[in-house]
């Protein structure tokens, strides 16, 4: 196991073992502030080139400009407070901050949840979710901003901010939403593909297929690419579930996508 491995798979297990709030040198009541993006060095500690936990291996990105992604959030609180962080600092559930599977540490992104109009700007500091069907851990104060709290999950827009692009602040009003907004059973659906020759989308619509994996369509869009989805999904469950399957299939390239 490399230095990497061995830094995330610690940081995993002693949030882990973690049960009651560690409450020293941490805020006991959530902020309502946005994160203001500002200039960081990034962690050596918590940005390995690779590291491994529970089986999979995830590459750190060696560049976060232009990231921006659609999936499901979830978020990460009392049983991890006051631990260690990935960057190396103590997780503050109160704090308005994030884990990110694979965006370099720290960082600053904007999370809209797409399903209520809500929007938060957060500090990336830590390593996660290390669930396979989600893309960001929020800190509880940025699940209580985003509405996230009651419902544990949430489809949401991930968009990181350079330090310059730092939008502006928003404390309760949603924001106007550009993408529609996902209805489960109608308008949201798994991309597993995207290929410029109709005859590989149809090979992998076919091999779906033979695995008994419902709802799988080839639609061509107008960049001429033809598109291999799966849906519409009918809840986060159902999604769950999907990425189980096609995770056995050795499906790995997948996202989320609302039409």
Not at 228 to 240: H, K, N
Request: net charge positive.
């Amino acid at each position: 196991m490399n230095a990497g491995s061995r830094v995330a798979v610690r940081s995993l297990a002693l949030a882990l073992l973690g049960g009651m709030l560690g409450l020293s040198g941490c805020s006991s009541t959530p902020t309502t502030r946005d994160a203001v993006p500002r200039a960081e060095a990034y962690s050596k500690y918590g940005n390995p080139a690779s590291y491994e936990v529970l089986g999979q291996r995830y590459e750190v990105m060696k560049d976060n400009r232009g990231y921006r992604e659609t999936g499901i959030a979830s978020w990460y609180g009392p049983g991890f407070h006051g631990k260690r962080a990935s960057a190396g600092e103590e997780y503050d559930m109160y704090a308005m901050t994030a884990a990110h599977k694979t965006l370099r540490i720290p960082c600053y992104v904007e999370v809209t949840n797409l399903q209520n109009g809500k929007r938060a700007v957060v500090r990336v500091n830590d390593r996660g979710p290390f669930h396979d069907n989600r893309i960001i851990d929020l800190s509880f104060a940025a699940a209580q901003k985003l509405g996230v709290v009651g419902t544990g999950t949430a489809l949401v827009e991930v968009r990181h901010l350079d330090v310059d692009q730092a939008p502006p602040p928003q404390e309760s009003a949603p924001v106007q939403l550009a993408t529609p907004v996902p209805e489960w059973g109608r308008n949201v659906f798994l991309q597993v593909g995207a290929f410029s020759d109709a005859t590989n989308a149809e090979r992998l619509r076919l091999r779906l297929a033979s695995a008994r994996i419902d709802q799988v369509d080839v639609a061509r869009r107008p960049d001429g690419l033809h598109r291999v989805r799966i849906g519409p999904l009918g809840s986060v469950e159902q999604a769950d579930e999907l990425a189980r399957q096609l995770d056995a299939l050795g499906v790995s390239s997948r996202h989320i996508v609302l039409d």
